[in-house]
T-cell receptor, first 109, second 114 residues
């Protein structure tokens, strides 16, 4: 199966700090996506990246699709308490998603 | 639109029992899929369907069956439940399989097999 390694596994940060997490894969993907999952809910799409080298922003979130197509990173600027949750990267192949292991983010007010 | 709905929300089974997890979407999406999520892991694809009458295996299909008789419904069947199938199950749908087709996830079914 596809192996996506996501780091760090967990982060504890102060409100207002910036956050960075990344994802690497042994396989090439044509699309990279970043999802957020709140407790007891399904993942919700944050950002989608469709081209190698692409840098995309969505509010305080910025993500990049690596040049090799085997990696991606997500930055969250000026974190707020509602950023708490688990963040997953995912690579997409022929419509199917392969997920990273997740980064659990805790924001301390 | 209700989006993607899943029932039940919670289920406890004994080893060897069978059951069906229900998934329905009202967005007329062609693509539907089932994932399982184990503690400390990402979601893993079990089975998927690109349209009514068409299903295929994902990464972890063993122990599960699916069928897709209508566009709206994509049930997941456990024929003989095992403790290793204790997990949270998510159903998802998207308009298609190409670029720009966002997958929408249901709220999940938490299954415990004793």
């Amino acid at each position: 199966g596809q192996q996506l390694n996501q780091s760090p596994q967990s982060m504890f940060i102060q409100e207002g700090e910036d956050v960075s997490m990344n994802c690497t894969s042994s396989s090439i993907f044509n699309t990279w996506l970043w999802y957020k999952q709140d407790p007891g809910e399904g993942p919700v799409l944050l950002i989608a990246l469709y081209k190698a080298g692409e840098l995309t922003s969505n509010g305080r979130l910025t993500a990049q699709f690596g040049i090799t197509r085997k990696d991606s990173f997500l930055n969250i600027s000026a974190s707020i308490p509602s950023d708490v949750g688990i963040y997953f990267c995912a690579g997409q192949l022929r419509g199917n998603l392969f997920f990273g292991t997740g980064t659990r983010l805790t924001v301390i007010p | 639109n209700a989006g993607v709905t899943q029932t039940p929300k919670f289920q406890v089974l004994k080893t060897g029992q069978s059951m069906t997890l229900q998934c329905a979407q009202d967005m007329n999406h062609e693509y539907m899929s089932w994932y399982r999520q184990d503690p400390g892991m990402g979601l893993r694809l079990i089975h998927y369907s690109v349209g009514a009458g068409i299903t295929d295996q994902g990464e972890v299909p063993n122990g599960y069956n699916v069928s897709r008789s209508t566009t709206e419904d994509f049930p997941l069947r456990l024929l003989s439940a095992a403790p290793s199938q204790t997990s949270v199950y998510f159903c998802a749908s998207s308009p298609g399989t190409g670029y720009y087709n966002e997958q929408f996830f249901g709220p999940g079914t938490r299954l415990t097999v004793l």
